[in-house]
């Protein structure tokens, strides 16, 4: 009954509570202060990178209803400056005459089909130190995609954020051949990046079904070699399943560099003398103005930059083009999959000899691996966004 009459001793516990309900109130007033700057970072962060998110998708399906462009304009621009000057190039019959011979119009397109043309009408090539450009009459076409895409996105974003955007197709998986287009400002290390798949512009059956037939015999090889493992030393086995591996990727990679310079760039080689090209030769002021020869010569020397190509007249360009492109493919492929092919070799000797697997099962495994060093149907495409002011 003492405590219940001891006010002093009831005043102390209230005092108490009071006093840990002041600091339960302050800190949740200066939790902000008390955390620091890493939950408004982590914030800022996850807003920035949903963001970034839609701004792509929204890239990828902006629409332009109007695109034009003009085949070879890079060309015959520089000529027309040659031979008339600076003031030819600008004078409106000239460019009427340019646009009516050789322009191009595409009619509601989206940012995704106009890029993944872009690259795929390309074809640069870096080897030996040296880039190769094989196709030279889609400037002007790289140019006013890059430029659309910079004003879709000005008008999105507006002046709060800065930007990169990279497209880049690469058929043959890390390695450097195919083609790429970039606009935007360098990218800092605090960029918030997000990539995505596009299609490329073209029909291919190049399916995993489709290579298995292309390199059935070496399968075929690859199973009659596991299956004598335990009779042949261990070391020669897996040095033959080995060379089989390394025999199915020169035959996709021989295969596909035809699937793409057939896609890509053989109507342009072949066609560079005809009519098409007539028309650019009379639209230039002068006629007979070489426009075909002078792009067919810069092919030339472009490939003339890497001394492992060899000029044969008797061929012609599309056919030596092709072949330079399957050596040059088969060196970088296998100097990026050496040490994979031959992991894989000792890998597969392992599953079969410990009867983990059988060899059907392991040459599906080979299978999967050629399939996936050839990517000719997409291209990536990757924006990086950061805060002017973060």
């Not at 895409?149 to 002046?159: F, K, T």
């Not at 060899?310 to 030596?320: A, G, K, M, P, R």
């Not at 000797?349 to 050839?374: C, K, M, W």
Request: net charge negative.
């Amino acid at each position: 009954m003492k405590i219940f009459r001891d006010t002093d001793a009831f005043s102390s516990v209230i005092d108490t509570l009071l006093f840990l309900l002041l600091i339960s109130v302050c800190a949740v007033i200066l939790a902000p202060a008390i955390v620091g700057i890493n939950q408004i970072t982590a914030l800022h962060d996850e807003n920035a990178a949903e963001h970034n998110s839609q701004v792509l998708l929204s890239l990828q399906n902006g629409r332009i209803d109007d695109f034009n462009y003009t085949v070879a304009g890079t060309q015959m621009d520089y000529l027309v400056n040659e031979t008339l000057g600076a003031s030819a190039v600008d004078s409106g019959i000239y460019q009427t005459s340019k646009k009516l011979v050789a322009g191009r119009e595409l009619k509601h397109k989206t940012f995704a089909d106009l890029a993944s043309e872009s690259v795929a009408s390309q074809f640069i090539i870096q080897y030996n130190g040296s880039t190769v450009r094989l196709n030279l009459l889609t400037d002007e076409y790289r140019t006013n995609i890059n430029a659309q895409m910079q004003d879709y996105l000005d008008s999105q974003i507006g002046e709060r954020y800065n930007y990169h955007v990279s497209v880049i197709w690469r058929p043959f998986r890390d390695i450097p051949i195919g083609g790429e287009t970039q606009m935007g400002k360098a990218v800092p290390d605090t960029a918030y990046v997000e990539s995505a798949w596009i299609t490329m512009p073209y029909h291919t059956e190049f399916t995993r079904y489709y290579v298995e037939s292309l390199i059935d015999t070496e399968l075929n090889e690859i199973g009659i070699d596991l299956e004598h493992a335990n009779e042949m030393p261990r070391d020669e086995t897996e040095m033959q399943i080995s060379g089989h591996i390394s025999d199915a990727i020169n035959l996709t990679v021989d295969n596909a560099v035809e699937i793409i310079v057939e896609m890509t760039i053989y109507k342009t080689l072949e066609n560079a003398q005809t009519a098409l090209n007539q028309q650019i030769d009379n639209a230039v002021p002068g006629n007979n103005s070489g426009i075909s020869d002078i792009i067919l010569d810069e092919m030339l020397e472009e490939l003339k930059n890497d001394p492992g190509f060899i000029e044969n007249s008797s061929q012609t360009l599309s056919v030596q083009i092709t072949q330079y492109l399957q050596q040059v493919v088969r060196v970088e492929v296998h100097k990026a999959t050496q040490d994979e092919v031959d992991e894989l070799a000792s890998e597969l000797t392992d599953q079969y000899i410990s009867n983990t697997a059988p060899a059907e099962e392991l040459r599906g495994h080979v299978l999967d691996y050629v399939f996936s060093r050839i990517d000719i149907s997409r291209a990536r495409m990757t924006l990086a966004l950061w805060d002017q002011n973060w």
